[in-house]
Nanobody, 121 residues
């Protein structure tokens, strides 16, 4: 059974930093993307950052230069380093595995429960 669990959400002031972690268990398909997505109230889930099996990364335009996705395969953990955050980054953040297109939510098979990030001005 595949399980993904996010950690690290919380409240942060604008301009600050936050690191999200996602521990993955029961997943062995290393030839697919893993990614981070956000969903604000009343809006669709959208891609933030993704990492392919060869280590290639992709980012949404709004986070380029501020967010960094990485993974530690020895710990089965995916990370999202969020720097210089702004109130517009406030959302529920989800990690996902098994994606065939790294920033497309519809192409992922497995999801965590999400962790809330709130950025105050």
């Amino acid at each position: 059974q595949v399980q993904l669990e996010e950690f690290g959400g919380g409240s942060v002031a604008a301009g600050g930093s936050l690191t999200l972690s996602c521990v993955v268990s029961g997943y062995s398909h290393s030839d697919y993307c893993m990614g981070w997505f956000l969903q604000a109230p009343g809006k669709e889930r959208e891609g933030v950052a993704g990492i392919a099996s060869d280590g290639t990364t992709a980012y949404a335009d709004g986070v380029k230069g501020r967010f960094t996705i990485s993974q530690d395969k020895s710990k089965n953990t995916l990370y999202l380093q969020m720097n210089n955050v702004s109130p517009g980054d406030t959302a529920m953040y989800y990690c996902a595995a098994g994606g065939t297109s790294c920033l497309s939510a519809r192409d992922y098979n497995y999801w965590g429960q999400g962790t809330q990030v709130t950025v105050s001005s």
